[in-house]
């Protein structure tokens, strides 16, 4: 699939085609960039629950032409009662990675949803409420097919989720994971869904649904209670930005990895490569990660917590100093602790050139397991990355924000053109942008080319314990020789097109009005557009 969508009505790209033709809807029936995602964000939860879930977190970048991009912080903290007592209490040093113990921060991606509506609704959005959760309530009540990712994760994890409380009844057939195709139907989450869509979304924290999601929290074990959940408000926030040599890029601030990826593209961009998919594109690429990941690991956290200002990081001058550190010829010494985590990233632009760039996680395949009973919400397990050792840079405390992966992308170019972009995939998902980013903007290839081509990982997702630079096995023979050569520790995946490189996506709006957009081949999505 080479072949890059265009339309001009407005484009929407999703790793799930249901959600992408949710957003898509949204845009036929005139609504703008941040409706349409809302609808897709709610499809996504229901249709591809081993990545997401209403019980997990969220992040946004919006625009609309003229104005300054917005950041949305949809975070939620962990529970007044989390701390290392509570768990050593319970006789544990460490934080359960599955179940009930493993849900102690408040979801926080409806928090977002709403955030995200009052802004779409000074765009000039009136569609209701009810209609953008409408397909996602059907999918949940009529059921939907299961995916190929859905059954390969379900059975892979089934030792380790199958006795968490709710998973088994909600994600299993007879004790097994569902073959592909079968039909998963989510009959509680879509009687949530439809309470939200009557109650307003304030009613996750602080209405009949916040009280009956708060007594099965407590009852299972988690040390969440009603009172975090109504504490719990989304944030608008400054995204960063990096000036890169035809174009403003723009990611999240801490506590997420947003920094990274900003500054593997400023790095790269001072590097002086001049051809795509030569040996100094990607030694240069994976290179700048890890002079980029050096930062990400000794300073991202909570914002609260940090003792420096991220954007120091993101000056030509800083830039340069980590640039001249990278040897030309020479691969840095790795690895460095990786990050797991899955996720969804979905991209919007409008036909009036509003934009969206989103993600949403519940951190590893299906979070913390738990299925709360009187609502079908599935919760996260974010609040694993915590450490019980008080002297850890993302030590336990309650009230904290976690360490987040997630790291919606957005760029607008000196020519007018504005870019929406991003991936799943915990780790890779600065690289990944780094390469799909590099590809199209600054060696101009085609948007669906740069999705498409072969990608790396450097490090782990996806469960993975090795650390190397991991190739697809489209990579030039030749290519991989020098990367090795060169004192990159190789690993070629027997794929074409590996899951392991996560579900990238990207739209582009022209001055012209012309709209762009490339789904990843590795996914189950596809751009739709009006």
């Given at each position: 699939?080479?072949?890059?969508?265009?339309?001009?009505?407005?484009?929407?790209?999703?790793?799930?085609?249901?959600?992408?033709?949710?957003?898509?809807?949204?845009?036929?029936?005139?609504?703008?960039?941040?409706?349409?995602?809302?609808?897709?964000?709610?499809?996504?939860?229901?249709?591809?629950?081993?990545?997401?879930?209403?019980?997990?977190?969220?992040?946004?970048?919006?625009?609309?032409?003229?104005?300054?991009?917005?950041?949305?912080?949809?975070?939620?903290?962990?529970?007044?009662?989390?701390?290392?007592?509570?768990?050593?209490?319970?006789?544990?040093?460490?934080?359960?990675?599955?179940?009930?113990?493993?849900?102690?921060?408040?979801?926080?991606?409806?928090?977002?949803?709403?955030?995200?509506?009052?802004?779409?609704?000074?765009?000039?959005?009136?569609?209701?409420?009810?209609?953008?959760?409408?397909?996602?309530?059907?999918?949940?009540?009529?059921?939907?097919?299961?995916?190929?990712?859905?059954?390969?994760?379900?059975?892979?994890?089934?030792?380790?989720?199958?006795?968490?409380?709710?998973?088994?009844?909600?994600?299993?057939?007879?004790?097994?994971?569902?073959?592909?195709?079968?039909?998963?139907?989510?009959?509680?989450?879509?009687?949530?869904?439809?309470?939200?869509?009557?109650?307003?979304?304030?009613?996750?924290?602080?209405?009949?649904?916040?009280?009956?999601?708060?007594?099965?929290?407590?009852?299972?074990?988690?040390?969440?209670?009603?009172?975090?959940?109504?504490?719990?408000?989304?944030?608008?926030?400054?995204?960063?930005?990096?000036?890169?040599?035809?174009?403003?890029?723009?990611?999240?601030?801490?506590?997420?990895?947003?920094?990274?990826?900003?500054?593997?593209?400023?790095?790269?961009?001072?590097?002086?490569?001049?051809?795509?998919e030569s040996f100094e594109h990607l030694h240069g690429l994976v290179e700048s990660t890890k002079q980029a990941f050096l930062v990400r690991d000794r300073y991202c956290t909570d914002p609260a917590y940090m003792v420096v200002d991220p954007n120091a990081f993101l000056t030509p001058e800083a830039l340069s100093v980590r640039a001249n550190a990278i040897d030309p010829r020479r691969a840095l010494p790795w690895p460095q602790p990786a990050l797991p985590g899955d996720t969804v990233w979905m991209g919007c632009i409008d036909r009036d050139g509003n934009c969206a760039s989103f993600i949403q996680s519940i951190y590893w395949e299906f979070g913390a397991g738990i299925v709360l009973p009187s609502t079908g919400v599935l919760w996260q397990n974010r609040g694993i990355s915590f450490a019980l050792d008080p002297s850890a840079l993302h030590a336990l405390r309650p009230g904290r924000k976690p360490f987040h992966t997630l790291n919606p992308a957005l760029a607008r170019f000196d020519d007018g053109r504005s870019m929406v972009y991003g991936t799943m995939g915990g780790e890779g998902q600065p690289q990944t942008q780094a390469a799909v980013f590099s590809r199209y903007g600054l060696f101009n290839q085609a948007l669906q080319t740069a999705v498409t081509a072969p990608r790396w990982l450097l490090g782990r997702t996806w469960g993975e314990a090795s650390t190397s630079l991991k190739l697809e096995s489209r990579f030039d023979p030749v290519l991989v020789d020098r990367l090795r050569a060169a004192g990159h520790e190789i690993e070629v995946l027997p794929e074409a097109f590996s899951d392991t490189m996560g579900h990238a996506g990207a739209v582009v709006r022209h001055p012209n009005g012309v709209i762009e957009g490339a789904a990843d081949p590795r996914s189950d999505g596809s751009t739709a557009a009006v």
């Open positions: 699939m080479l072949i890059t969508k265009r339309a001009l009505g407005g484009m929407f790209v999703a790793p799930h085609h249901l959600a992408a033709q949710a957003g898509r809807d949204v845009l036929r029936e005139g609504g703008n960039a941040a409706e349409a995602m809302l609808a897709a964000a709610a499809a996504i939860a229901v249709v591809y629950p081993h990545m997401n879930a209403i019980g997990g977190d969220g992040f946004w970048l919006l625009s609309s032409p003229g104005s300054t991009p917005q950041a949305i912080e949809a975070c939620g903290p962990a529970a007044a009662a989390a701390s290392p007592e509570f768990y050593r209490g319970h006789g544990h040093h460490r934080i359960p990675a599955r179940g009930a113990l493993a849900a102690l921060t408040t979801a926080g991606t409806i928090g977002g949803w709403q955030t995200a509506l009052e802004i779409g609704r000074r765009w000039g959005g009136r569609l209701p409420l009810h209609r953008l959760l409408e397909d996602a309530e059907r999918h949940a009540r009529d059921g939907v097919p299961v995916t190929p990712s859905q059954h390969r994760l379900t059975a892979a994890k089934l030792p380790e989720l199958s006795g968490v409380p709710g998973f088994a009844e909600t994600f299993l057939v007879d004790g097994k994971a569902p073959e592909e195709g079968a039909v998963l139907k989510q009959s509680r989450l879509a009687d949530t869904l439809k309470q939200l869509a009557q109650a307003g979304l304030e009613d996750f924290y602080r209405g009949e649904i916040a009280t009956a999601m708060a007594e099965d929290l407590e009852r299972l074990g988690s040390p969440l209670r009603r009172e975090d959940l109504a504490a719990f408000r989304a944030s608008v926030v400054t995204p960063l930005s990096v000036r890169l040599r035809n174009s403003t890029v723009f990611n999240q601030p801490p506590p997420t990895q947003g920094l990274a990826s900003l500054m593997i593209l400023g790095i790269f961009d001072r590097l002086g490569c001049k051809q795509a």
